[in-house]
């Protein structure tokens, strides 16, 4: 685990390390990419995810297994577009990025449309805290500011690079209540219980541990159950929230979908196959802007091979 210093926003000397200078060097180019226009930073983004098609073997190997994984229904030339197009919305995404991080007093709400808020509303009405729940969009960074209005704290996995975790750290403080650790449950259920909204992605791979086995895109994948557990623990309400962008336009759009009804229901399973359909309807809507790159599949069921 990243210690507490480290997942702060405090600066530290050992950031200063010659190690770190590449990443140094890049924070000094996203600065001035987070000032460009919006059309041209969409534009370079595009450029960067058409270098990865050609050159990012590893990160493009994984994201074509996840896609020809969850869409066998297309064509073998639908799969490989849909994989090129997802690697300019991943370039996209990264350019984005700079925005919150390193230029977060820059104003983006004209380009932003939000919806549902009438839904956020009434889960806050009920009196208890709020878990809403989001995805690995390729779009997840620039929508700080549109939530941060909202007035709610965030979940994060911290990064092992002391850059890049002050960074994000920094940044993301500059928009949400409180930026918590993923594994810091207690401050989690503490924020919860006294009525915040709080943010988290229950998409990733937290390994065998703490998941079970439910179905997402018709795969037997490890899906996190601290949902519903946290859920039920603080009586929290959970809604989903999702994003996508329109790279023609530079707009982004943020939609708030009404509280899960019947939730938890007290059994893990079920809980986690709701939730992971959900997400899959989103995530089908616009499936180009989805995080694919990432090992979604990483850990298996009892002997079955790596799908990796």
Known sequence: MIDAMSSSNAFRPAMLAPKFWPS???????????????????ALGRGLGHLAFYLAGSRRRIAKVNIDLCFPELTPQQRVQLLKDN??????????????????QRNLRESMQ???LEHLHAARAAGNG??????HYTCIDIT??????QGMSVMYRANKNLVWEWLQVRGRKHFFEHVVERSDMRQTLRLLRSGHTLWYAPDQDYGRKHSVFVPFFNISTATIRATSRL????????????VHRNPQSAQWTVTFTPALENFPSGDDHDDASRINQVLEANIRAYPAQYLWVHRRFKTRPEGEASIY
């Open 24 to 42: 140094w060097l890049a924070v000094a180019l996203a600065w001035g990419v987070a000032r460009l226009p919006l059309s041209w930073m969409l």
């Open 87 to 104: 690697l300019l919305h991943t370039g996209m995404g990264l350019t984005e990025a700079t925005i919150p991080w390193l230029y977060p």
């Open 114 to 116: 939000i919806n549902g």
């Open 130 to 135: 709020v878990l809403l729940l989001g995805g």
């Open 144 to 149: 700080c500011q549109p939530l941060g209005d």
């Open 231 to 242: 859920a039920k623990t603080s009586n929290a309400k959970v809604l989903m929230v999702k």
